[in-house]
DNA sequence: ACTCCAATCTGAACAGTGTTGAGATGGCTT
DNA sequence: AAGCCATCTCAACACTGTTCAGATTGGAGT
């Protein structure tokens, strides 16, 4: 190892590094900026050379986490193999008839999974507010959510009716579990039952989402901060207070 | 009003009441205990005799709000009228065929609109953990939802095969879209857009859930906290660390 | 009416936080 | 070799949650 040097070859690394670590050890907020320093050998200042803030740092963590959940899911997906009709990929056990629904369902619980096993990095990324459009995040979890509806879609498993505004239904649903699941207000008894229990929410979402019936206009248009450009500056300042008091609602009333 | 005098008539409440001020005001992390005392005209450490901590503080606004929403909710649920079948309400427009699924939608909105409503509270309540099954909280939200499951369950409009843990079901698309909408990550144009996609993905879920074929077992438990009381000390110390990593998944394993 | 108690509030203090600015250090280019 | 400039240190600021010895009081008991 390096004898304490008065320059450290990547501090903005390191930093992240210990601050991920005590995240792990003492939950998305019983840490602080010092500590982190303190456990790279580095004075606290010394950190804001590389973050304006420690929310900056937050932020940062927080998406090389959900660049990583990224590649996890996409992976997650490909593992379940290819949809019927689709190319040449590698094919799928044939004999049973095939679940369009197969990918989906393993995103689903890749994300559950990926939540319950650190609830405390968990937290962090959903409690650092929106990714910006402008970050770097390499497969963006909710691209990889989007792929796969396409997919569904083009293979006609999925009303092209429905498809619009489908990511909103479906990730609903995963998000909601995931957070009452880390929250602590749900609990499963064990990994089966787990399992069993969030293929049933994603499948009974997605079997009602393919049997809706559109309203005569379509549905209406919805807005992810990750894939619309014109709020890309969003929660750029301290505490995130949100939208001001019924903002989301009466914009167009 | 009462010249400032040595004891305050009912410091308790008047903390909790400057308290939701500012959480309204500055979001749920933007103030500090200090402030609120200030802002009653008392000092700091006299919170300390009416909450152990400001974490405690915190938790008890939480329940008073939660408190509200489940009033809130019944209301909502009443509103949307009886259902078909039961008993001698407030009937409901006859003629077209009332869906039972009226109710539930309701909820669901109300749900929504609260949380939209006032995102900064949302957050707040959302993040101060599990209400413990000790606290009194008139009628808890979720003990709303569970009448009204029971009551499509009574009626028939849920399969009874489909009873054990649909609030589990319906719970997290209605949640996970409320920590979606005042997170900023999904937004809709208008209030008409926002009423519209809630009610399908509540609608889409029920459907779904109402079709579902159960496994030859039935569905295996979940548990929320609210109702069981196994583990009622849940999140009592600072910091909420969560179950450690993967506790909640390998139980059983 | 008076005493006295226990609840309530104050004041000062402690350790710890995020953040800032002036200066030391040393790897890099020239 | 000289010097630049990113990097890091040190000391300080205002602020936080929390504690504890002591002042203040409303109300119960006599």
Redesign the pocket.
Same mark, same amino acid.
């Given at each position: 190892m390096a004898k304490a040097? #008065? *320059? %450290?070859g990547d501090?903005r690394a390191a930093l992240l590094d210990a601050a991920e670590g005590l995240v792990r050890e003492r939950g998305a907020d019983g840490w602080?900026?010092?500590?982190a320093s303190a456990r790279v050998g580095?004075?606290?200042?010394?950190a #804001? *050379? %590389?973050f304006a803030?420690?929310?900056t740092l937050v932020r940062a963590l927080s998406e090389r986490i959900l660049s990583r959940l990224g590649d996890l899911l996409a992976d997650a997906c490909e593992q379940a193999g290819e949809l019927s009709g689709a190319g040449a990929g590698p094919r799928v056990p044939v004999g049973e008839t095939a679940d369009p629904l197969r990918r989906l369902i393993a995103l689903g619980r890749g994300y559950l999974h990926w939540a319950v096993e650190d609830p405390a990095v968990a937290r962090l990324v959903f409690g650092a507010g929106a990714t910006g459009p402008d970050s770097r995040v390499s497969p963006h979890p909710h691209d990889v959510l989007t792929a796969e509806l396409d997919r569904l879609a083009d293979l006609g498993a999925l009303p092209a009716a429905s498809r619009p505004g489908a990511e909103f239904v479906v990730w609903a649903p995963i998000h909601g579990l995931a957070v009452l699941l880390i929250d602590g207000l749900i609990r499963v008894d064990d990994a089966r039952a787990f399992d069993l229990q969030a293929e049933r929410v994603i499948r009974a979402t997605l079997n009602g989402l393919c049997q809706e019936p559109a309203p005569s206009e379509g549905w209406p248009a919805v807005h992810t901060t990750h894939t619309d450009r014109r709020r890309s500056h969003l929660g750029q300042e301290?505490e995130q207070v949100g939208p001001g008091a019924g903002d989301l609602l009466r914009q167009a009333e």
């Open positions: 040097r #008065y *320059h %450290h501090l602080s900026l010092r500590e580095v004075s606290p200042s010394a #804001y *050379h %590389h803030s420690r929310d301290g």
